[in-house]
Nanobody, 122 residues
Framework: QVQLVESGGGLVQTGDSLRLSCEVS????????MGWFRQTPGKEREFVAA??????LQADSVKGRFTISRDNIKNTVYLQMNSLKPEDTAVYYC?????????????????WGQGTQVTVSS
């Protein structure tokens, strides 16, 4: 069983920064594909960024502002969010694929955290 716990969300103003963290229980974390998604009421879950052993992916809406990274010693993946906008307001979810696959679709991730709220005021 793989468990994920997100943290680091909060209420900030436009232009501020936040760093989200996701702690993962899997012993072979270094081989996992990891992704960040976000969701607002009435909308489907939206891809934000992902990281694997061979590279990273970012949504066009966050390129140049958000950076995904990982610490394989701490079994943690991070999402550094800079220049935040009100449009970034959402619940942010961490997701894992133990097989190492990363894609834009939620269907390729087998495990999910409970989410952390990010609110950006204008």
């Amino acid at each position: 069983q793989v468990q994920l716990v997100e943290s680091g969300g909060g209420l900030v103003q436009t232009g501020d920064s936040l760093r989200l963290s996701c702690e993962v229980s899997g012993r072979t974390f270094s081989s996992y594909g990891m992704g960040w998604f976000r969701q607002t009421p009435g909308k489907e879950r939206e891809f934000v960024a992902a990281i694997s052993r061979v590279g990273t992916l970012q949504a066009d809406s966050v390129k140049g502002r958000f950076t995904i990274s990982r610490d394989n010693i701490k079994n943690t993946v991070y999402l550094q969010m800079n220049s935040l906008k009100p449009e970034d307001t959402a619940v942010y979810y961490c997701a894992a694929n133990p097989a190492g696959l990363i894609k834009f679709s939620t269907a390729f991730y087998s495990y999910w955290g409970q989410g952390t709220q990010v609110t950006v005021s204008s």
